[in-house]
């Protein structure tokens, strides 16, 4: 079992920054590949980033790219997102993941335990 607890979260204006943090406790998630994703009020869960467990390879959604940058510090059991030129459309709760595959998926259905998700807010 992993437990995982987002934290960073926030207001912020827009085109400014947050680092989202992710930490894991429990079994440890060094072979999980970790994602994030995020949900706004009446819509569905989207894929924002995810990452291997070797940090290696890593992928984002087209609407993030370029603004936002996944890491990965294992010795710390720690996922991190750096989020810049926030936009007021970013605003949702946000949620990390860890998929025992490893597969860096960008669906949801491949993540095995979840967060309880940090709100983060861009006010225009």
């Known amino acids: 079992q992993v437990q995982l607890v987002e934290s960073g979260g926030g207001l912020v204006q827009a085109g400014g920054s947050l680092r989202l943090s992710c930490a894991a406790s429990?079994?440890?998630?060094?072979?999980?590949?970790v994602g994030w994703f995020r949900q706004a009020p009446g819509k569905e869960r989207e894929f924002v980033a995810a990452?291997?467990?070797?940090?290696?390879?890593?992928r984002y959604a087209d609407s993030v790219k370029g603004r936002f940058t996944i890491s990965r510090d294992n010795a710390k059991n720690t996922v991190y997102l750096q989020m810049n030129s926030l936009r007021p459309e970013d605003t949702a709760v946000y949620y990390c993941?860890?998929?025992?595959?490893?597969?860096?998926?960008?669906?949801?259905?491949?993540?095995?335990?979840w967060g309880q998700g940090t709100q983060v807010t861009v006010s225009s």
């Open positions: 429990g079994r440890t998630f060094v072979r999980y590949s």
């Open positions: 990452v291997t467990w070797s940090g290696a390879i890593a």
């Open positions: 993941a860890a998929d025992s595959s490893d597969s860096c998926a960008s669906s949801p259905y491949a993540y095995d335990y």
